[in-house]
């Protein structure tokens, strides 16, 4: 088993929900954790609950989908703590709409958060992995990358990308020690579809949902790996239903 004390580890959308339980679980398990999300009064009440744990972190706001802001949080951590040796990109967006119905700006944020950010920051940091000798990046993909919803077209076409570009990158870095993985959670009771119809259909009614701390637990699974293990995608799901 690796152990993740006093590593540095990035969190995106940090200040909520799965990102937040990473961070906190991380910092319990004594990395050094640097959050990052677009509300930065979120981030220092998320950062304050950490420290208060007597974890080590701060924040960093950022838009992933946004190049210089991405470019910024690899530059500020570097700064910080100089070093970087995991990254886990946790942020994401879901917008609820036919195909038919929804604006071009909505699918671009989309695309722009779950794919072009993550790109933007693994692009930023794999040469700083290369340079010490390894390092690790977790990308929180969901299991509609494989099995389709309606009126979630973008978000399920956004997170099968991801699943493959996470796949060809591991096999680009793999021999540089950098292991690339996608954790895909089934449904997980956050705020993630606050937005979304309250009376959507489902496929499995009375589902007993993940928790955030559970896919948290999961990511933590992944970090500790042996130094040799390599898990190119975890997909978890939810067990009972109610």
Request: net charge neutral.
């Amino acid at each position: 088993m690796q152990e993740i004390e006093g590593k540095v580890t990035i969190v995106t959308g940090a200040s909520r929900g799965i990102g937040k339980a990473i961070a906190l679980l991380f910092a319990r398990n004594k990395s050094k954790v640097v959050l990052s999300a677009r509300s930065k009064k979120e981030l220092e009440e998320a950062v304050r609950e950490i420290k208060k744990e007597r974890g080590e972190a701060f924040g960093v706001p950022a838009d992933m989908s946004q190049e210089p802001q991405v470019k910024n949080l690899i530059a500020e951590t570097l700064a910080h703590y100089g070093a970087v040796d995991l990254v886990i990109n946790n942020a994401g967006v879901g917008i609820w709409a036919p195909v038919a119905e929804m604006n071009t700006e909505d699918f671009d944020t989309t695309f722009g958060v779950n794919v072009r950010g993550i790109f933007l920051l693994c692009r930023e940091v794999i040469p700083h992995f290369v340079k010490k000798g390894g390092g690790q990046i977790i990308n929180i993909a969901s299991v509609a990358s494989k099995s389709a919803n309606a009126n979630l077209a973008a978000y399920c076409a956004s997170k099968a990308a991801l699943v493959m570009f996470s796949e060809s990158l591991a096999l680009e870095v793999r021999n540089h020690n950098i292991k690339v993985t996608c954790v895909s959670p089934g449904s997980v009771a956050s705020d993630f579809s606050a937005d979304f119809p309250k009376d959507r259909p489902t496929n499995r009614p009375g589902l007993v949902k993940l928790t955030n701390e559970e896919v948290a637990e999961a990511c933590l699974a992944v970090a500790t790996q042996n130094p040799n293990a390599w898990t190119s995608e975890l997909i978890l799901r939810p067990l009972r239903t109610g």
